[in-house]
């Protein structure tokens, strides 16, 4: 059985034609980790009036601006603290923080309509990442 091909004018084995095509694979990829960047993004804690998601506490958020207009516990230990109009951004906040410890798990930002977009990136900075969502404020009046 002959275990040779044509590649180019003289017969190759399938031996060093599959070495030769493993070693192109391998320059493919590892010259695509280099195009496309091999590090992935830095994504650092969010920093909200000076306080670390995961590390900040409700009681440095109260020391920073008071006492929030609600909270609310609900049965996973999980804290909520309703804010308005605090920081440069107007709107409303919202504070998720655990219980026992009063770590803020969450900080999430709803600007006032008419708030544009340039304020926002001024304020939080050139890297950021966009996500929409749509909210439905009717849910705890009843609705579904």
Not at 53 to 69: F, I, S
Not at 130 to 141: E, P, Q
């Amino acid at each position: 059985m002959d275990r040779s091909f044509l590649l180019s004018e003289r017969p190759v084995s399938v031996d060093v034609a599959m070495a030769r095509f493993l070693l192109r694979l391998l320059l493919f990829f590892l010259a695509g980790c280099q195009l496309f960047g091999a590090d992935p993004p830095v994504f650092h804690r969010a920093n909200f009036l000076g306080l670390i998601v995961g590390k900040a506490t409700t009681k440095d958020l109260e020391q920073r601006v008071g006492k929030p207009r609600e909270t609310s516990l609900d049965q996973a230990g999980t804290l909520w603290l309703y804010y308005t109009n605090i920081g440069p951004i107007k709107g409303k906040v919202e504070v998720i923080a655990v219980a026992k410890t009063g770590v803020i798990k969450s900080i999430v930002l709803y600007p006032e309509d008419g708030i544009l977009f340039g304020q926002l990136t001024a304020y939080f900075g050139p890297n950021y990442r966009i996500v929409l969502y749509s909210f439905d404020t009717c849910l705890d009046d009843g609705g579904s």
